[in-house]
Every structure is written in C-alpha cells, then in structure tokens.
C-alpha cells in the first residue's frame, strides 16, 4: 500500500514569498490534515478535511495561511506572505474514517520549509 | 482545548535496559492515546495506541499503561536496543482532534 506522498521535500525561501505544498493522501482515505512541526517541538494540527469539507481550522493563521481539497482527494497548503517564524516541518497526514477515536493517523515524509 | 505534557525531554539508557516515558494530558473527554516514533529526517510513525477504556496494552518489547483518574500514560520499552533510538512523541485525542506532547529524545547506547 502506497504512503501519504508530498512534495516538495525541501524548500528555502525568502520573508515575504509565498510557497505552496503538496500531498496526496493514502488512496481511500477520507480525513486529511496539515500539521506544522517546529524543530524540537510536536507535530499543531493547521487544519482538517474530511473529504473536500474543512473539519478543524482553529489554529490555521489564516491572515497567511490557506489550504483546499478540492475534490477529497490530494490537498494545498499555501503561506503568503512567509515569515521567519514559519520555518518548520510541514507534515500531511492520512486516516481511513472520518477522524474518530479509532481512526489511526498515517504521516507523510514532510516538507522541510527554511523562511531566511 | 487539551493539553498534553511528556517527560523527560532526553532518555539516555545502555542497550538492554528499560526506558519509560510519561505523558499527563488535561481534558477528561480525551480518548486515544497514541504514540509515534520518530527517527531523524523521518515520518512520525505509529508504534503502540490504546483506547480509554483499556488500562494497558503490549507488543512485543513495547508497553503503554493509561491512568484515566490520574490522566496519565506511560510508554516502557523494555530490551533497549541501539535502533530504538528516536525521537517518541505521545498524543490524546479528544472530539477528533489530535494533540501531540513536546517529545523525548531516546538515545540507546551499546
């Protein structure tokens, strides 16, 4: 069974520029979620899909930040305008059901975002 | 919302010994208790999960215990070997959203 893919793995860019991030869930998966993870911190949650429907927002900055699944398939996140203390991991992870008590999360590999 | 706390930050132990890690959560409707492993440059990866109304669960060479009253669980890897070295991360889950503690970084000596 294929992974969560994403993409790209590494990106550097400078404040005030805009990046977009990629991932494709594990096919048949309903729940997507970004989360943010700062070095030597966990993974913060950004946001929740369940199919192509926004689940969880709350801690999304959404002054900056946007994310879509159009079709409840693969989803974007978007940063614009970045800054430095956007700098982190950004994890997309997968689950088969709709994000209840036992449905496992499956991380993908992550895009490691540098903001200079 | 849940917050979730875990120690120690750094567990250094020789193969063979034991490591515990300990995690307290605060929100009583929390129900799912993962933890994940994660190695450096590497996907968070699920080792051992337990739901509220188990108080213990094993695999293997790799335990979790949960205290609801308390609001406590602890991950006991027992037979440390070198390949266990990781970062391990615990979480609660509670009204679908998922809350991860700050880490313990496990370092296995030879």
């Known amino acids: 069974e294929a992974g969560v893919a994403q993409s790209p793995r590494y990106k550097i860019i400078e404040k005030r520029q805009s990046v977009a991030f990629w991932c494709n869930p594990i096919s048949g998966h309903a729940t997507l979620y970004w989360y943010q993870q700062i070095l030597g911190q966990g993974p913060k949650l950004l946001i929740q899909f369940q199919n192509n429907g926004v689940v969880d927002d709350s801690q999304l900055p959404k002054d900056r930040f946007s994310a879509e699944r159009l079709k409840g398939v693969d989803s974007t996140l978007k940063i614009q305008p970045a800054k430095l203390e956007d700098s982190a991991v950004y994890l997309c992870a997968s689950s088969l059901g709709a994000g209840g008590s036992t449905d496992t999360q499956y991380f993908g590999p992550g895009t490691r975002l540098t903001v200079l | 919302g849940e917050n979730v706390e875990q120690h120690p930050s750094t567990l250094s132990v020789q193969e063979g010994d034991s490591a515990v890690i300990k995690c307290t959560y605060s929100d009583s409707a929390s129900n799912y208790f993962p933890w994940y492993k994660q190695e450096l440059g590497k996907r968070p990866q699920l080792i051992i999960d337990?739901?509220?109304?188990?108080g213990e669960k094993k695999d293997q060479r790799i335990a979790v215990t949960l205290n609801k009253t308390a609001k406590h669980f602890s991950l006991h890897i027992t037979e440390t070997q070198p390949e266990d070295s990781a970062v391990y991360f615990c979480a609660a889950k509670s009204f679908q959203k998922l809350v991860f503690g700050t880490g313990t970084r496990l370092l296995v000596s030879p």
């Open positions: 337990i739901r509220s109304n188990v």
